[in-house]
């Protein structure tokens, strides 16, 4: 069935528009990578304001408050750039493992550093002083990176996968 | 927000049995039932994994300046033609060839390799893999099966 | 000679050397250093864009500059690290076909400016950084050094890919 579908995405306009050109899936994997530079490096700093191994004059909140809408942005890119990746090469994505998992990986991740952010808010909240992080927020918060770490290795491995 | 994204993270994980049907190697932007004899002159030979990679100059047609570059995948790495007898030096840029491949599909000059003679010695040196289109042949022997009357 | 044929005759031996002969002929080696190699870039890219964006006065404005160039720029310097250690043995691999490729090239320069860039800054620009370093806009020649890094970076990430396809056209 998804072949079926990949076989009737690669023949809509766009698909074969996108396909005629030789610089445009280029130029969107140049911008989906920088929407990974974004995305991971917002991560970093959320999670070593976790582990209060930077930004620690100031407050988990405002860290999120900087850091968060360049996450979301970022992702949103992600998510529009990898459409057009997906419609100029429906089978490469589509009927892929590595592709897969790296979907099954971004739902964990998104989950994860919401979640983390989440729950340090309603502590911070709860508290009259700041408090440091426990140990199970430090270890999801280093978790959680590696997650987005292994999201951009399932990245790279579509391409290996498909390519065998 | 949280129960969505759980949902979410459930969903794409159900979607892993899709997996299952994966390409381990895609030769679908060749067409691997065609065979394109192409006349050249080697111009680089890169000699690595998982790829070798060939790039040829064909002859000039008729009214021409200069040929076609054209673009040849092997199948395989140095790993697995070695074992078929390629080196690194097995072909060299200034060599004339005549190359068989399976064109792109996209009509642009590249392909995936067949088979390469050497004019100079006559040498042949072949893909090192089983062919992909081999499969497509309704008439091809089985030859995992001994013929009648032998062990 | 030329100082272009020494280079050229310098990456013709390279090729024969065991690390590029490794590199060249094992199954996994490049695809793992070019992995590596990606996630080294995006960190670099992304912890670098923190600190121009600091500059512009686009962001973090909250903050001190030597704080935020104090939290980012270790991580920014140790991908850097790992992106120069796995793209040399990368380039090993190939060397003549990359000093040919025009993208590869273009890349290089890109990253000596960006150096200058920094260099220019730390050793003139940020000499009087106290006096803007927080609560006060950033002079014109800090804010010209972080837009020149945003988009220097951004050069060398599209030539990067530029020249992936270049290598492997398929």
């Known amino acids: 069935m998804i072949r079926a579908f990949c076989v009737w995405l690669a023949a809509t306009p766009l698909s074969v528009m996108i396909g005629s050109t030789r610089w445009v899936v280029p130029m969107v994997q140049t911008l989906h990578i920088l929407a990974i530079a974004v995305v991971l490096s917002s991560v970093l700093m959320l999670e070593l304001r976790v582990l209060e191994l930077a930004g620690r004059s100031q407050s988990v909140m405002q860290a999120a408050r900087r850091f968060l809408p360049w996450l979301l942005g970022g992702l949103a890119v992600l998510a529009m750039t990898g459409a057009l990746l997906i419609v100029s090469e ?16 971004l739902a964990l991740a998104v989950t994860a550093t919401l979640g983390l952010q989440r729950a340090q808010w309603r502590i911070v909240a709860s508290q009259e002083q700041p408090c440091p992080a426990g140990v199970a927020a430090r270890a999801i918060a280093v978790l959680t990176f590696f997650l987005w770490v292994a999201i951009v290795v399932a990245g790279r491995w579509i391409a290996y996968v498909e390519h065998g | 927000m949280n129960r ?16 299952s049907v994966s390409a381990h190697h895609s030769f679908a932007m060749f067409d691997m039932n065609k065979a394109v004899a ?5 111009k680089e030979f890169q000699w690595t994994a998982p790829h070798a990679l060939l790039w040829v100059v064909e002859d000039p047609k008729p009214g021409e300046a200069t040929g076609k570059m054209w673009t040849v995948e092997l199948s395989t790495g140095p790993a697995q033609l070695t074992r078929v007898g390629w080196t690194k030096r097995s072909v060299a840029p200034g060599d004339r060839v005549t190359i068989e491949l399976s064109p792109l599909r996209s009509g642009e000059p590249g392909g995936s390799f067949k088979k390469l003679t050497i004019l100079k010695t006559g ?5 090192g893999a089983p062919d992909a289109s081999a499969d497509n042949l ?14 | ?16 050397t065991p690390v590029a002969t490794f590199v ?12 590596v190699h990606v996630l080294a870039l995006t960190l670099v890219v992304g912890t670098i864009a923190i600190v121009d964006l600091r500059l512009l006065g686009l962001a973090s404005t909250d903050r001190p500059v030597t704080e935020i160039a104090r939290d980012c720029l270790k991580w920014t310097w140790g991908s850097f690290a790992f992106a120069l250690l796995t793209g040399g043995l990368m380039f090993t691999s190939n060397a003549v076909k990359y000093l040919g490729a025009f993208p590869f090239r273009m890349k290089l320069l890109f990253l000596l400016l960006a150096g200058l860039n920094m260099l220019v800054f730390q050793l003139i620009t940020a000499r009087g950084i106290a006096d803007w370093d927080r609560d006060r806009p950033v002079p014109l020649n800090g804010k010209i050094a972080g837009a020149l890094s945003l988009t220097l970076w951004i050069g060398i990430v599209t ?9 492997n056209p398929f």
């Open chain 3, 24 to 35: 060249q002929e094992s199954e996994w080696a490049f695809q793992a250093l070019e992995t």
């Open chain 1, 90 to 105: 429906p089978q490469r994505s589509l009927v892929n493992s590595a592709f897969w998992t790296k979907m099954c990986l």
């Open chain 2, 4 to 19: 969505i994204l759980w949902i979410a993270a459930l969903a794409a994980t159900l979607a892993l049995p899709a997996a």
């Open chain 2, 138 to 151: 309704p008439d091809a022997p089985d030859k995992a099966k001994p013929a009648p009357g032998q062990r």
């Open chain 3, 1 to 16: 000679m030329s100082s272009m044929d020494s280079i050229n005759e310098f990456a013709d031996w390279l090729k024969d």
């Open chain 3, 159 to 167: 030539f990067g890919r530029w020249t992936g396809f270049v290598i």
């Open chain 2, 38 to 42: 192409v006349t050249a002159t080697i």
């Open chain 2, 123 to 127: 040498t042949v040196l072949e893909s």
